[in-house]
T-cell receptor
Framework: GAVVSQHPSRVICKSGTSVKIECRSL??????MFWYRQFPKQSLMLMAT?????????EQGVEKDKFLINHASLTLSTLTVTSAHPEDSSFYIC????????????FGQGTRLTVV | GDSVTQMEGPVTLSEEAFLTINCTYT??????LFWYVQYPGEGLQLLLK?????DKGSNKGFEATYRKETTSFHLEKGSVQVSDSAVYFC???????????FGKGTRLSVIA
């Protein structure tokens, strides 16, 4: 199946700093990418939908100024957690849809963010 | 709105036992249905899918049949292995650009 690469897999940062997470579709073009957050032993919570070349659509309750999403090309979307705080510590997962296989969604490996 | 309900875990089984994880859905249209598996510390992997009624998805010994009349997509495996221990998510989507809607996940532990 198609491959989505998410980087880094783990990151530890200090409070107040910013962290960028990259999500790349390696062998297909993804017009739409999704960013999820997963709390321990819970399901995935959709944070935002990222469309190539346009602004991301954020879910209710997600701060767009804190979680900056950029989808500059058909193969890359980035999530930047700005001024991170310990409560932002979580597992972040991206997902990409293949524009030619509309029902399929592929997931990155996830990023474990720890803010100390 | 659209939603997915799956049985809550954790589910603990002995090796070679039969597995069923129930999943039902509510959708305004005709969704595609999926089962994803998440191993510890990893992202989600597509396990199987079905795009229309009566379709059966299968992979690695797992099966699920799209039942429109009961709005269900139950996951089954005849003989589980220790390596099947993971969290399983049932999900649906209605179109190519909409996000998947996930159930809460079911944690499966298989003991030798």
């Amino acid at each position: 199946g198609a491959v989505v690469s998410q980087h880094p897999s783990r990151v530890i940062c200090k409070s107040g700093t910013s962290v960028k997470i990259e999500c790349r579709s390696l062998d297909f073009q993804a017009t739409t990418m999704f960013w999820y957050r997963q709390f321990p032993k819970q399901s995935l919570m959709l944070m935002a939908t990222s469309n190539e070349g346009s602004k991301a659509t954020y879910e209710q309750g997600v701060e767009k100024d804190k979680f900056l999403i950029n989808h500059a090309s058909l193969t890359l979307s980035t999530l930047t957690v700005t001024s991170a705080h310990p409560e932002d510590s979580s597992f972040y997962i991206c997902s990409a849809r293949d524009r030619h296989i509309s029902t399929e969604a592929f997931f990155g490996q996830g990023t474990r963010l720890t803010v100390v | 709105g659209d939603s997915v309900t799956q049985m809550e875990g954790p589910v603990t089984l002995s090796e070679e036992a039969f597995l069923t994880i129930n999943c039902t859905y509510t959708a305004t249209g005709y969704p595609s249905l999926f089962w994803y598996v998440q191993y510890p510390g990893e992202g989600l992997q597509l396990l199987l899918k079905a795009t229309k009624a009566d379709d059966k998805g299968s992979n690695k010994g797992f099966e699920a049949t799209y039942r429109k009349e009961t709005t269900s997509f139950h996951l089954e495996k005849g003989s589980v292995q220790v390596s099947d221990s993971a969290v399983y998510f049932c999900a649906l989507t209605l179109s190519g650009n909409t996000p998947l809607v996930f159930g809460k996940g079911t944690r499966l532990s298989v003991i030798a």
